[in-house]
């Protein structure tokens, strides 16, 4: 069983919807959790944090339920320019990173 | 402030031929990472570095994949002889430290796409 799930989609959604991504992870060597985004042929890029107690950057909310070990990323309002793979990562104390294969979104107009 | 920088960006080579890989990373990062990013697939850690000793190198396939990191700065990964299933992205990465928790600047290089024919 891989240490991070997620959906791999593809979702496609029109301007302005609100989309949810979800993940569940299994290692407990993960103590720190992220989402990250990658745009084609891109490298993976910091998109934020992920907190308990849940946190918000702009239309971005993300949330960990550590006891469910699960993982969530809402984006609302989405525009054009959200379209990209969003990775669910994990990451241990030395640094490594549990990466999940990627949701696919498409952001249609 | 520079970024992690990768070379070469593009490598084609044919099966059970050796390429070699090459990443600086961010002034300052002391730790560096290889990862192995296969299409459809997230990444994944081949082998990390603290400064210029390996902290963790259990997912590196050591008959044919070697790296070094010999003063502590930049790096190369090896690949000897190459597989069809080698064909990835492979990524380098860098951070000011990998204990506790948060990103501690963890940053990508823009990778080297390896296709093996």
């Known amino acids: 069983r891989k240490e991070v799930e997620q959906d791999p989609g593809p979702f496609n959604v029109p301007e302005g919807a609100t989309v949810a991504f979800n993940c569940t992870y299994s290692?407990?060597?993960?103590?720190?959790f992220f989402w990250y985004r990658q745009d084609c042929r891109k490298e993976p890029k910091l998109l934020m944090s992920?907190?308990?107690s849940g946190n918000e950057d702009g239309r971005f909310t993300a949330q960990l339920n550590r006891a469910s070990q699960y993982i969530s990323l809402l984006i609302r309002d989405s525009k054009l320019s959200d379209s990209a793979t969003y990775l669910c990562?994990?990451?241990?104390?030395?640094?490594?990173?549990?990466f999940g294969r990627g949701t696919q979104l498409t952001v249609w107009p | 402030e520079a970024g992690v920088a990768q070379s070469p960006r593009y490598k084609i080579i044919e099966k059970r031929q050796s390429v070699a890989f090459w990443c600086n990373p961010i002034?300052?990062?002391?730790?560096l990472y290889w990862y192995q990013q296969i299409l459809g697939q997230g990444p994944k850690l081949l082998i990390q570095?603290?400064?210029?000793?390996?902290?963790?190198d259990s997912q590196l396939p050591k008959d044919r994949f070697s790296a070094e990191r010999l003063k502590g700065v930049d790096s190369t990964l090896k690949i000897q002889p190459a597989k069809l299933e080698d064909s990835a992205v492979y990524l380098c990465?860098?951070?000011?430290?990998?204990?506790?928790?948060?990103?501690?600047?963890?940053?990508f290089g823009s990778g080297t796409r390896l296709t093996v024919v």
């Open positions: 990465a860098s951070s000011l430290g990998g204990m506790g928790t948060g990103n501690y600047g963890y940053t």
């Open positions: 290692n407990s060597a993960s103590q720190s």
């Open positions: 992920v907190y308990s």
């Open positions: 990562v994990g990451g241990s104390t030395l640094g490594r990173l549990y």
């Open positions: 002034s300052g990062h002391a730790t």
């Open positions: 570095f603290q400064n210029n000793g390996v902290v963790d």
